[in-house]
Every structure is written in structure tokens, then in C-alpha cells.
């Protein structure tokens, strides 16, 4: 009995992969909805690891990673000396909308905040510090265009 469920099991998994393989090679074509792969509007579904960081305006930059599942984001950021990290998630919506975020960084509260650019495979935005402060995040692809606006 075990024998049979674990085959079809296999075969179910193969099968589904087969079909995602399929469908990221289309950019999206066949599920306008939910894009798989990338064309010109970006990803929204996937599976990765991007690099992430946030720049607060004391200028304290941290840096780390963001982990895609699906049209869920998670990451995690640390400043050099380890002595502050962030971590936090947010879900993407299948038409690139901006959607909402929390940020919880060590010794404060949870921060809320808004992802302006969502996609799976980049994006930025913004979350207001507990002293009023306006602290921006990238991740992904944005990172490997240069500095943001406020680098300074």
C-alpha cells in the first residue's frame, strides 16, 4: 500500500514540476494572473533567495537576505557590526499592487511600513522608525542598479 501512494506521490511531484517548468518558459503567458518567470512587468511567483538591505536616515545600512515562497517575501538584515538586525515579511499581490509590511528590528517595536515596488524578483519601499524616522528598503534586482536616492 505504501508502495503504490509513494509512486503516485512521485509521479504527482514530477508532474506538477513539469508543469512549472513549463509555465515560467511562457513569462506568464498562460496565467495572466499570476506570472511565473519573468517578462517586462517582473515576477511575481517563485522561489528564491535575493540579497536585501535597508538604509535608515541615521545611515545605518543593513544588509542580508530575502527568501521567496511562492507570493510570500521573508527577510532578514543585520548591520556590520551585528549589533542590529530586522526581520519581517510581507505577501505580494498578483497584480503588482504596493502592499503593506511589518518590520521588527531589535530593540523596538513592530514598525509598519509599504512595499511600493512588489515583485518576487526586486522591489523597495519604506517603514516609519518608532522616533518618526522614515527608513527605505531594497531587495533583489533594484540592488544591483546602484545606490538608492538617499545613499548619501
Known amino acids: 500500500m505504501t508502495t503504490r501512494v509513494s509512486k503516485k506521490w512521485r509521479s504527482l ?12 518558459g511562457c513569462g506568464g503567458a498562460l496565467m495572466p494572473g499570476i506570472q511565473v518567470g519573468l517578462d517586462e512587468g517582473g515576477s511575481t511567483f517563485g522561489f528564491d533567495s535575493l540579497p536585501f538591505e535597508i538604509r535608515r536616515e541615521d545611515g545605518l545600512l543593513l544588509k542580508g537576505h530575502a527568501s521567496v515562497r511562492l507570493l510570500r517575501i521573508t527577510f532578514y538584515t543585520q548591520d556590520a557590526k551585528r549589533l542590529v538586525a530586522c526581520s519581517g515579511g510581507f505577501t505580494l499581490d498578483s497584480a503588482h499592487a504596493p502592499v503593506s509590511l511589518s518590520v521588527d528590528c531589535t530593540g523596538t517595536t513592530i514598525m509598519p511600513g509599504t512595499v511600493t515596488t512588489a515583485r518576487a524578483d526586486r522591489g523597495e519601499g519604506t517603514f516609519s522608525e518608532p522616533n518618526g524616522r522614515i527608513a527605505t528598503f531594497r531587495y533583489g534586482a533594484l540592488l544591483a542598479e546602484g545606490p538608492s536616492e538617499k545613499s548619501g
Open 13 to 24: 511531484h514530477a508532474c506538477a514540476c513539469a508543469w512549472l517548468t513549463i509555465l515560467s
